[in-house]
Nanobody, 124 residues
Framework: QVQLVESGGGLVQAGGSLRLSCAVT????????MAWFRQAVGKEREFVAA????????SYADSVKGRFTISRDNAKNTLFLQMNSLKSEDTAVYYC?????????????????WGQGTQVTVSS
């Protein structure tokens, strides 16, 4: 059984930083790409960042490129999202997701398992 549990969200001032974590249960963590998505109130869920199973390949939404960094620790079955220079428009519930393959994707339909989400609120 695969479960994803996010942590690290909270309230931060604009310009500040947060680090999100996602602990994943289940076998063969390194066999699957992982990603972060977010959903603001009244908006659709959107892609933030993805990482391949090995961790060697990453991709980002244009809105977070240069400010956010996705990484993973395959030995600890954990996914991370380091968020710097936060803006009010980054306010959303952030979800981690596990893909069905080793290849990363920006499409929600390519992700099979989802966490419950963690709230990030950036005050201006």
């Amino acid at each position: 059984q695969v479960q994803l549990v996010e942590s690290g969200g909270g309230l931060v001032q604009a310009g500040g930083s947060l680090r999100l974590s996602c602990a994943v249960t289940g076998r063969a963590f390194s066999n699957y790409a992982m990603a972060w998505f977010r959903q603001a109130v009244g908006k659709e869920r959107e892609f933030v960042a993805a990482i391949s199973g090995s961790g060697s390949g990453t991709s980002y939404a244009d809105s977070v490129k240069g400010r956010f960094t996705i990484s993973r620790d395959n030995a600890k079955n954990t996914l991370f999202l380091q968020m710097n220079s936060l803006k009010s428009e980054d306010t959303a519930v952030y979800y981690c997701a596990r893909a069905g393959t080793i290849w990363r994707s920006s499409s929600t339909s390519d992700y099979v398992y989802w966490g419950q989400g963690t709230q990030v609120t950036v005050s201006s």
